[in-house]
């Protein structure tokens, strides 16, 4: 009996790493889907430490550089979606908000934000590797890379 359950373990692991790959693949492209013809965002907001400060402006200053160079335009009136990265010493997050608006015949309105977009699950609400400021700041890159990365692959 315990021979037959390490064979069964033998033959059977394989198939559950491709059904793991597989649920990777798929994510990344219910990912990328969500960014496909996304052509502008209205914001773009990093949180250090759970701080607007300078050096949250200065990083928000060099990532609408970078999502500007991958050709998306950031406008800074009316609504869109909002591109929020936050960094701390406790948790790392990137998402992507967007507001929808739902209305039915019977009069039923509604308006709310959703995300569409978020940051893998090896990046997405984890603790950093470095609660420094640069190594908060290489977790804030890595997200952006992620998200561009999804952006481009969507094209």
């Not at 500007?68 to 869109?80: E, F, H, L, P």
């Amino acid at each position: 009996m315990l021979r037959f359950y390490f064979l069964s373990l033998l033959f059977l692991t394989p198939h559950l790493q491709l059904s793991a790959n597989d649920a990777y693949n798929a994510l990344d492209e219910k990912r990328r889907a969500a960014v496909k013809n996304l052509d502008e965002i209205q914001a773009v907001t990093v949180l250090v430490n759970g701080k607007y400060d300078e050096y949250s402006k200065q990083c928000k200053t060099d990532f609408e550089l970078r999502i500007r160079q991958a050709g998306i335009k950031i406008k800074s009136d009316g609504d869109g979606p909002v591109l929020l990265f936050s960094c701390s010493p406790d948790a790392v997050q990137g998402i992507l908000i967007e507001t929808v608006y739902v209305s039915r015949g019977d009069g039923f309105t509604a308006l709310d934000c959703i995300e569409t977009w978020e940051a893998s699950a090896q990046t997405f609400s984890r603790k950093p590797t470095n609660p420094s400021r640069a190594g908060l700041r290489t977790e804030l890159d890595s997200m952006l890379n992620e998200f561009l990365n999804d952006y481009l692959a969507s094209l």
